[in-house]
């Protein structure tokens, strides 16, 4: 035990002693994780918000008034039994004026004047289909559109195929920030305990005279690291949370988008991450102590001889 709380002391010592490139050091790891964290929370909102637009109605088709030339009651609902029928449709609902007028002064509410102001009767019915695979919204489009008795056609699937690709590129950038950046903060910090060995050249190489291991010497360095890399991971989700959190109570005013990231969401990748900082600053550490104690060796046995 007094060994490991002498290695622990002098870890300690060494981070207070170099406080200023401990401190470029730390904020190295959060700059670079805090970018890389960020890049995938704001992946895991596209993500979630896809998959909400992608469950329900997917291709809305407005249909034509008798006067316009389009069907009766009848025909309309003849119409429904169609495209319930293809097969790459999954379910299909029927709104009829009535219920496009409730439904518009359910999104309207706020602007009773405008309501009051619109005819019921100018809005049209409606096929509202949510399909099997998103993917086939354009063959299900084009066959909708080509009824004459169809005014119009809108599709979401468009916006779901942009928030994909956005997903997939925010993907990239985050494997991308993790790699340059994670390994700046590697560097950053080899070079902080480099800075560290060097301050105290004379104590390592008097401790390497009276027999200590390369082990010994190291430990302290590693703790070290660790403990800088652990403070910028730990630094960096703290920081990613508390936005997500400012952002989660700024779109609860947004019907249409969802802010809200699963607590277990930020807990496995929050412990990853920390995870990943500690890993840095003892590689880091190991690099900046290697080629010290290398030299070191080879000078002692240039001495010796």
Not at 7 to 14: G, P
Not at 125 to 154: C, H
Not at 180 to 193: D, E, F, Y
Not at 209 to 235: D, K, M, Q, T, Y
């Amino acid at each position: 035990m007094s060994r490991i709380a002498f290695l622990m002391r002098e870890a300690l010592v060494n981070l207070r002693r170099n406080a200023l490139v401990v401190t470029g050091a730390v904020l190295a790891v959060f700059i670079s994780l805090s970018l890389a964290f960020g890049a995938l929370v704001l992946n895991q909102l596209l993500v979630i918000n896809t998959l909400a637009w992608q469950q329900g109605t997917h291709v809305v088709t407005f249909l034509k008034d008798v006067d316009e030339g389009g069907l009766s009651l009848d025909g309309q609902l003849q119409l429904l039994a169609e495209v319930e029928s293809w097969e790459e449709v999954k379910s299909v609902r029927f709104v009829d004026k009535a219920a496009a007028y409730e439904e518009f002064k359910v999104l309207f509410a706020d602007r009773p004047d405008f309501v009051e102001s619109i005819n019921p009767t100018i809005l049209p019915a409606s096929l509202r289909v949510e399909l099997v695979n998103i993917d086939l919204y354009r063959d299900v489009q084009f066959r909708l559109q080509a009824n004459p008795a169809v005014k119009d056609v809108r599709s979401f699937g468009e916006g779901i195929e942009m928030l994909s690709n956005l997903s997939r590129v925010l993907n990239l950038l985050g494997i991308g920030l993790a790699l340059v950046l994670g390994s700046a903060a590697v560097i950053m910090i080899a070079n902080t305990i480099r800075m560290a060995i060097y301050a105290r050249r004379d104590e390592v190489s008097i401790m390497k005279l009276v027999g200590a291991s390369n082990w010994f010497i190291r430990v302290p360095f590693l703790l070290e690291g660790l403990i800088e890399g652990v403070l910028g991971a730990g630094l960096a989700v703290l920081t990613i949370w508390i936005a997500s959190q400012n952002l989660q109570g700024v779109g609860d005013s947004i019907q249409l988008v969802q802010f809200t990231i699963p607590s277990e969401f930020f807990l496995r990748w929050g412990v990853l991450f920390v995870l990943f900082g500690a890993a840095a600053g003892v590689f880091g550490s190991l690099i900046g102590l290697s080629r010290y104690l290398r030299e070191a060796d080879g000078g002692a046995r240039t001495g010796a001889a």
